[in-house]
């Protein structure tokens, strides 16, 4: 597999210029819902062994239905120290809005250690 690099160059790295990239700080966010899709499954992969390979000390959250049936892809998550939250409220909300959400209610209890 051809590795991928990501550009910290320009406004790629504007992001960076407060501290120091690859820290334990890092965090990486994301959602997941797909009924058995192998070949999303497969970039999930992808995806996570990008940010490893980039990011390595980067902490990954990954927002996944209640009732998903996608073990395929949680084992994938759990083999790789993903750390995989259930929401319930995912089943009346699309998955990519409701993200933002969730994202926002993580940060905001573990981060900001608000309640």
């Given at each position: 597999m ?5 550009n910290?160059?320009?406004?790629c ?9 690859n ?9 997941y819902?797909?009924?058995?899709d ?11 062994d990008?940010i ?9 959250i990954?927002?996944?239905p209640?009732?998903s ?5 949680i084992?994938?998550l759990k083999?790789?120290?993903v750390?995989?939250?259930?929401e319930?409220?995912?089943?009346n909300?699309?998955?990519v809005s ?6 926002y ?11």
């Open positions: 051809k590795e991928i690099k990501l910290y160059s320009y406004k790295g504007e992001i960076l210029k407060y501290g120091k990239n820290n334990k700080r890092d965090l990486v966010m994301f959602s819902k797909s009924k058995r192998i070949k999303r499954s497969l970039l999930i992969y992808i995806v996570i990008s490893k390979r980039n990011i390595p000390n980067a902490k990954i990954c927002f996944i209640e009732n049936y996608i073990d395929f892809v084992k994938l083999k790789n120290n750390l995989i939250i259930k319930k409220d995912f089943l909300i699309n998955i409701s993200r933002f959400l969730y994202e209610k993580y940060l905001k209890k573990n981060i900001l250690n608000e309640n």
